[in-house]
């Protein structure tokens, strides 16, 4: 697509719950990243796919948070047992090999109540 | 955890005016990136500086970077209100493709 793709734009859910937050990356960009950005702050790396296997997930703050990217392609953020603590904006990006075009998406505004 | 520090948190200057904003880091870099973001959502790439120049221009903005005090500072020129947005600096920690930002400057531009 002509742009990083994210859905969906907003999610409200109950605490304990599971969300899934998808990422369409730009097509051709092989490496793509999910950061999150709580309000006032910049945003945080979470995680970092290069192809379809996650090259960094050192971000990840806990085992509640996990992603995949099966094709190499889209990309599904997953949060188990939602705590009020991960409301954030949600970012995802890609780029091509080294970097090169990073491009992000319009972020996924996630409200855990 | 964020690297980078910027200062000022807010900046409020008159439309024509120039805004400048700065940035600290912790560690070596390859690069040093400077993002834009409206209403807390996507962020634009605005300019890129790599660790072996100093100086670089894109139309009104202008980057420096200063590798010996580990300090960027972005120039933007005769400012417009459409500039009112926050601004993120990032840096690639020394390595590889993950993007470390500091924690923005709110540049308000008035009328």
């Known amino acids: 697509g002509a742009g990083v793709s994210q859905t969906p734009s907003n999610k409200v859910t109950e605490k304990g719950k599971y969300v899934e937050l998808r990422c369409d990356p730009i097509?051709?960009?092989?490496?793509l990243y999910w950061y999150r950005q709580s309000l006032g702050q910049g945003p945080e790396f979470l995680i970092y796919?290069?192809?379809?296997?996650?090259?960094?997930d050192s971000g990840l703050p806990n085992d509640r948070f996990f992603a995949v990217r099966p094709e190499g392609s889209v990309s599904t953020l997953k949060i188990q047992r939602t705590e009020r603590g991960d409301s954030a904006v949600y970012l995802c990006a890609s780029s091509l090999p080294g970097g090169f075009g990073y491009t992000f998406g319009s972020g996924t505004r996630l409200t855990v109540v | 955890s964020q690297q980078g520090e910027e200062d000022p948190q807010a900046l409020s200057i008159q439309e024509g005016e120039n805004a400048t904003m700065n940035c600290s880091y912790k560690t070596s870099i390859n690069n040093l990136q400077w993002y834009r973001q409206n209403s807390g959502r996507g962020l634009v790439h605005l300019i890129l500086?790599?660790?072996?120049?100093r100086e670089k221009h894109s139309g009104r903005l202008r980057v420096t970077l200063d590798t010996s005090k580990k300090s960027s500072s972005l120039l933007i020129t005769a400012s417009r209100a459409a500039d009112t947005a926050s601004y993120f600096c990032?840096?690639?920690?020394?390595?590889?493709?993950?993007?470390?930002f500091g924690t923005g400057t709110q540049l308000k531009v008035e009328l």
């Open positions: 990032a840096t690639d920690e020394g390595g590889g493709n993950k993007l470390t």
């Open positions: 097509s051709g960009h092989t490496a």
């Open positions: 796919f290069q192809g379809t296997g996650a090259a960094d």
């Open positions: 500086i790599r660790s072996n120049e």
